[in-house]
């Protein structure tokens, strides 16, 4: 499975973003989808989580409410929409697939990587 991230880019405070991640190859064999996210000087933390057969979401507390994420099965894409953008979301955003169930807040649950798409939002 191969993940293309797109759509990061420069945001004043209170605004929005929605960012797509693309998937090929193998896309049968996705059991789930997520969002995680890194800024400078910190661990990478999860952001959000969708299954792929039921739209399942799990969230990170600190983006419940303002984050949603989704997908589109035609398109093998996921999508995070994030509204009420605030500083400290600043942060590069990475997409994950994972091909069996696991604890959907950890990074080793998820066999596939895309490339980061950088977040900035503006104070």
């Known amino acids: 499975v191969q993940l293309q991230a797109s759509g990061g880019g420069l945001v004043q405070a209170g605004g929005s973003l929605r960012l797509s991640c693309a998937a090929s190859?193998?896309?049968?064999?996705?059991?789930?989808m997520g969002w995680f996210r890194q800024a400078p000087g910190k661990e990478r933390e999860f952001v959000a989580r969708i299954r792929w057969r039921d739209s399942n979401t799990y969230y990170a507390d600190s983006v419940k409410g303002r984050f949603t994420v989704s997908r589109d099965n035609a398109k093998n894409t996921m999508y995070l929409q994030m509204n009420s953008l605030k500083p400290e979301d600043t942060a590069v955003y990475s997409c994950?697939?994972?091909?069996?169930?696991?604890?959907?807040?950890?990074?080793?649950?998820?066999?596939?990587w895309g490339q980061g798409t950088q977040v900035t939002v503006s104070s």
């Open positions: 190859g193998r896309t049968f064999s996705i059991y789930a």
């Open positions: 994950a697939a994972a091909d069996h169930s696991g604890p959907y807040y950890n990074p080793e649950t998820y066999n596939y």
